[in-house]
């Protein structure tokens, strides 16, 4: 059997919304991460890529028409490298990953960069196109920056709710206090201060041309539970989800180097990939959905909780997390996200599932051996995850 391998992954720092990566368009972010990729690895010849998988959640700005293939022709990459663009909202750039292990498992490639962007500050504002010419009335715009937009009105109501609802159900399912996750979300901000501090991350991330921001923009290392404390419900006037135990809106771009044990690079591997899962639940608790897709994961892998030394799970809420980790009473919380995570670092949706399997793979390294989990939840009530291997 041909087995698939992370040889390498990088990632931009992750900007705040509006702020330092604001002015630079999606196409421009990936291109960034594919010349920072092949720069680290100069004796990939480029013409040897097999192909290009970019994740977006988006596409309706800068980032339609495939963005893959347009930051492939950004970054100065030979036409004839192909791209392609996938779409699992906040889990696109992991099923990018999820597709290039597949396709050089089949044997169809040796060598894929796969991964994902998104500018959340960048989506632009969408107008429906009326029914007939020239009507009279006014016109409405709907941001696509985040959430349900021109639903099917046959879509059942208690499915289309905003996301932070759906982690107050989640929070009254399984008995989640507003303490626990502003608990929850200051320890995310000291463990990823730290690790920043400390170097981790160093290895990780190739700066954007023409910004300063050398690391994520999110991190506040001064967030404690009695300053998030006074953070007042956004969804609910007596719920538990503010805006300090919530991922913020981010801009950035991931992408990790997958290949077969003949890939035409001199790199070692990092780590194989050996178990990958994808499952769904209702809408309306899809915070939820990872549980599944990591159970299917690890079965796939012949591994269980016992096997895992650690878990890269993406803090889309702190509730969601939390929940999670009531589904999985076999999992020690504390190796969960060592090194910080999303409601830190920041969740720019399609770049979300790279920086995560990126990261675990790294830490792999670090460590020498073990296993790893990367699991992200995913809007309209998936998961995925993927088990990696050293």
């Known amino acids: 059997m041909i087995a698939s391998f992370v040889y390498?992954?990088?990632?931009?720092?992750?900007?705040?919304?509006?702020?330092?990566?604001?002015?630079?368009?999606?196409?421009?972010?990936f291109a960034t991460v594919l010349r920072g990729a092949l720069a680290r690895h100069p004796d990939v010849d480029p013409a040897r890529i097999d192909d290009v998988v970019a994740g977006a959640a988006n596409q309706a700005g800068e980032d339609n028409r495939d963005v893959a293939r347009m930051a492939v022709l950004l970054a100065g990459l030979p036409t004839?490298?192909?791209?392609?663009?996938?779409?699992?909202?906040?889990?696109?750039?992991?099923?990018?990953?999820?597709?290039?292990?597949?396709?050089?498992?089949?044997?169809?490639?040796h060598l894929v960069l796969a991964g994902g962007v998104e500018?959340?500050?960048?989506?632009?504002?969408?107008?429906?196109?009326?029914?007939?010419?020239?009507?009279?009335?006014?016109?409405?715009l709907h941001s696509t920056t985040l959430g349900w937009r021109l639903v099917n009105p046959r879509m059942p109501k208690e499915w289309t709710i905003s996301l932070g609802e759906s982690n107050e159900i989640l929070a009254e399912r399984y008995a989640i206090t507003r303490q626990e996750q502003d608990a929850f979300a200051a320890d995310s901000h000291r463990k990823a201060d730290a690790a920043w501090s400390a170097g981790v991350y160093d290895g990780e991330i190739v700066q954007v041309p023409g910004v300063d921001l050398e690391r994520d923009e999110g991190i506040r290392p001064d967030s404690t539970v009695d300053v998030l404390a006074q953070l007042t419900p956004v969804f609910r006037a007596d719920g538990s989800i503010t805006a300090g135990n919530a991922s913020p809106l981010n801009d950035g771009a991931s992408l990790v180097i997958v290949g077969s044990e003949d890939a035409p690079l001199e790199a070692e591997p990092l780590a194989r990939i050996i178990g990958r899962g994808a499952a769904a639940v209702a809408p309306d608790v899809f915070g939820i959905g990872p549980v599944e897709a990591v159970n299917h994961a690890l079965?796939?892998?012949?591994?269980?909780?016992?096997?895992?030394?650690?878990?890269?799970?993406?803090?889309?809420?702190?509730?969601?997390?939390?929940?999670?980790?009531?589904?999985?009473?076999?999992?020690?919380?504390?190796?969960?996200?060592?090194?910080?995570?999303?409601?830190?670092?920041?969740?720019?949706?399609?770049?979300?599932g790279g920086r995560i399997i990126g990261?675990?793979?790294?830490?792999?390294?670090?460590?020498?051996?073990?296993?790893?989990?990367?699991?992200i939840c995913i809007g309209v009530g998936q998961g995925l995850a993927v088990v990696l291997e050293r």
């Open 359 to 375: 990261h675990a793979a790294h830490e792999l390294a670090r460590r020498g051996k073990g296993v790893a989990v990367a699991a």
């Open 8 to 29: 390498d992954a990088v990632r931009t720092p992750f900007g705040r919304f509006g702020k330092s990566l604001a002015g630079v368009r999606p196409d421009d972010l």
């Open 80 to 109: 004839s490298v192909p791209g392609v663009t996938v779409n699992r909202l906040c889990g696109s750039s992991l099923q990018a990953v999820i597709d290039a292990s597949r396709a050089i498992e089949a044997g169809d490639s």
């Open 299 to 352: 079965e796939n892998a012949g591994k269980t909780w016992a096997d895992v030394d650690f878990v890269e799970l993406n803090e889309a809420f702190a509730a969601q997390s939390l929940a999670c980790l009531r589904l999985w009473p076999e999992l020690d919380p504390e190796s969960v996200n060592i090194h910080g995570g999303a409601i830190a670092m920041g969740h720019p949706l399609g770049a979300s």
């Open 119 to 140: 500018s959340m500050s960048r989506a632009p504002w969408v107008m429906q196109k009326p029914d007939r010419s020239f009507p009279a009335g006014d016109a409405t």
